[in-house]
C-alpha cells in the first residue's frame, strides 16, 4: 500500500467516492475538493478522519508534515520506535 498525502489521495478518488468521502468526513463536497485543491487546509481532525476511512493510505502525518510531531506525540513516539528501511515514515521522521 503506498501512502500519499491527503490532497493526492483526494484527487485520486472518482467523483462518486469524493461525494462518499465528503458524506463520511461530513462535510461538504465543495469543502472536499478546496482541500484537495490547497484552497482550504485539512485541520487535525480531518486528517485523523481520513486516516482511518483511507485504511492508513492517506496519513495524518502527510497532512501536517510541519507540525504533527506536536500535535500527534503518541504518533511520533510509536513511529519512533519501529521504523523500517521500506517504510516512509522513518524518513519523514529524519526530516523532521
Do not use: C
Not at 2 to 31: C, M, N, W
Request: glycine letters at 4%; hydrophobic letters at 40%; zero cysteines.
Amino acid at each position: 500500500m503506498q501512502k500519499v498525502d491527503p490532497p493526492t489521495y483526494i484527487r485520486s478518488l472518482k467523483v462518486f467516492e469524493r461525494v462518499q468521502l465528503a458524506e463520511a468526513l461530513g462535510i461538504s463536497y465543495g469543502h472536499l475538493n478546496n482541500l484537495a485543491y490547497g484552497r482550504r487546509h485539512i485541520t487535525p481532525l480531518y486528517a485523523a478522519r481520513l486516516e482511518r476511512i483511507s485504511d492508513g493510505q492517506a496519513p495524518r502525518y502527510l497532512a501536517l508534515p510541519e507540525e504533527w510531531q506536536e500535535i500527534w506525540p503518541e504518533l511520533a513516539e510509536q513511529l519512533r520506535n519501529r521504523p523500517s528501511a521500506n517504510d516512509e515514515s522513518a524518513s519523514t521522521l529524519k526530516a523532521a
